[in-house]
């Protein structure tokens, strides 16, 4: 499993929309995004387009338009998204002989191990990464 930079701002971007998800009514716009997260706004188009067709974000159209989650944040998962962005998450090739015998076992219990980690809802992982980031600051 490779984590890409697709799969890495997509998170950013949920995560910036997850922040206002608690206002009904507030609605982001890419270009507010892309600002806010340092992401390039031609690609996250195209990540949020990936994230609408799998119905993680919704639109809404017009000047007053943007995007939102689609639905709350306690709701959707790490694993999620970045199943949405980088496609299967195996860490190995199913139809590779070897998954059926011993060493499959290890593999299946690892994989299973790391989409355990995964399943964190996008709430938490904000809340994880804002603690994580606290603690980096440095003073001088």
Request: glycine share 6%; charged share 30%; aromatic share 8%.
């Amino acid at each position: 499993m490779r984590i890409t930079s697709k799969g890495r701002y997509g998170l950013k971007a949920m995560m910036e929309l997850a922040q206002n998800s608690s206002e009904e009514d507030t609605l982001l716009k890419t270009r507010e995004i892309a600002e806010k997260q340092n992401i390039p706004l031609k690609y996250l188009e195209q990540i949020i387009n990936i994230l609408k067709k799998n119905s993680l974000v919704s639109s809404v159209r017009g000047s007053d338009g943007g995007y939102r989650l689609a639905r709350s944040p306690h709701e959707i998962s790490v694993f999620e998204i970045l199943q949405a962005l980088e496609g299967d998450l195996s860490i190995t090739d199913k139809s590779d002989p070897a998954w059926g015998k011993e060493q499959g076992v290890f593999w299946e219990e690892l994989e299973s191990q790391m989409r355990r980690m995964l399943e964190v809802p996008l709430t938490d992982f904000s809340a994880r990464s804002k603690a994580a980031e606290a603690e980096l600051m440095y003073y001088i």
